[in-house]
């Protein structure tokens, strides 16, 4: 089966402007919402739990390199039209692919907890169960791919999901009632800083197939080359701070309920929900549960759309059946959490702490493209500062993965 026409590049046939804003905002949420999965969620309840107030502080810095990182990968993405394991094939042959067998390792480990996290929402909001709930998501991700106009579907889903979920988290941070002051006290002046933290943070918000969501969706919908270059800018800071207002709101939410008292059980299957059921209430775990699948739905489609758009652009008998790889993806991650029965909240974080390490493998393409492939982006003339910015993130997300590799290594044992 040819994948649907709208998700083929579009810039031959020409765009028009609606439909290069609609692209945009597509692109935004399902980068953002990329990284609001059941990980994400998972990371910022424990990691609440675990530094209190102090995580303030890693909230911060995450959203700043997550900034410089996405600022440069939309750039030379988008100016360039070109995907990122297809740049670095140009750069270095060979490096594309074993970039491409990275992202989607690593995307299939996030899709398995992705699937299990949809399985968990539908759960705790009807009591349906884990198998059944998994299944049934995994079939909607599927109907989204095998539908006519599967692009625009899937620009209009993570739109509308993003928004609820802001919402109802917005919802649950209220009635917790925080303690703001400290959060910001915390912010500049942390108690401790715990490395693993920042670099799952990362890993899980712009690591991995994440870093790539939403500008590999522009060249799908056409929406590339220079002329384009502000449009897309300002889509990808956009984008992370729609994250970085999710990640601050449930933050706030763990927040309130640990400051007042509660302790997470150290063998708690499912930390968000506890933070939410304390918080709330029958309520309050109602809404996690449509938070949580909202959250997972969203991640399974954007985990299946950015890896396969690694592995199905090699050549183009592969690229014809992009649909149908997708669906496999999806399947063989759920036949994965079905053997499992279950999607550990260790699985969750480790993946996210993975997909930092591998960060800075893609980011180092991205930045050489930048500074010494200008013919790579049709002579573009690469702003010093953004160069200087992605440098410096770089160099960041290198020092911090060496820092968290005994906090991995305990992870996995």
Known sequence: MNRPPDTQTA????????????????AMFLMATSAIGPGFITQTTTFTARLGAAFAFVIVASI???IAVQLNVWRVIGVSGMRAQTLGNRVLPGSGYLLAVLVAFGGLVFNIGNVGGAALGLNAL?????????????????????????????????????????????????????????ALRQTV????????????LIGGTVGGYITYAGAHRLIDAGVTGPRNAGQITRGSVTGILVTGVMRVIL????????????????????????IFLSAAGEVGLRLFGVVLWAAAITSVIGASYTSVSFLASFSPRTDRYRSWIT????????????????????LLILAGALNGLILPVGLAVIL????????????????????????????????LGWNSLNGISALWS
Not at 189 to 200: I, Q, R
């Open 251 to 274: 933050f706030l939410a763990s927040l309130g309920v640990v400051a007042g008292g509660f302790r997470l059980a150290a063998d708690s299957a499912n930390p968000a929900a506890d």
């Open 368 to 399: 050489w493209v930048a500074a010494r492939r200008r013919d790579l982006m049709g002579g573009y003339r690469y702003p010093v500062w953004l160069l200087g910015i992605g440098v410096l993130a770089w160099a960041l997300t290198i020092y």
């Open 126 to 182: 009807a009591g349906i169960d884990v198998k059944i709930g998994g299944t049934v998501s995994a079939l909607i991700a599927v109907a989204i791919f095998l539908s006519r106009r599967a692009g625009v579907a899937v620009d209009r889903i993570v739109v509308v999901l993003g928004v609820v979920m802001v919402a109802l988290t917005l919802y649950v941070a209220i009635v917790s009632h925080p303690p703001v002051g400290e």
């Open 64 to 66: 700043l390199v997550d």
């Open 327 to 346: 669906v496999a993806f999806i399947v063989v991650s759920t036949a994965v959490f079905l053997l499992l029965g279950k999607a550990p909240a260790n």
């Open 189 to 200: 002046l942390p108690d401790t800083v715990d490395f693993l933290a920042v670099t799952t």
């Open 11 to 26: 810039s031959s046939a020409g765009i028009t402007s609606g439909g290069r804003r609609s692209a945009l905002l597509g």
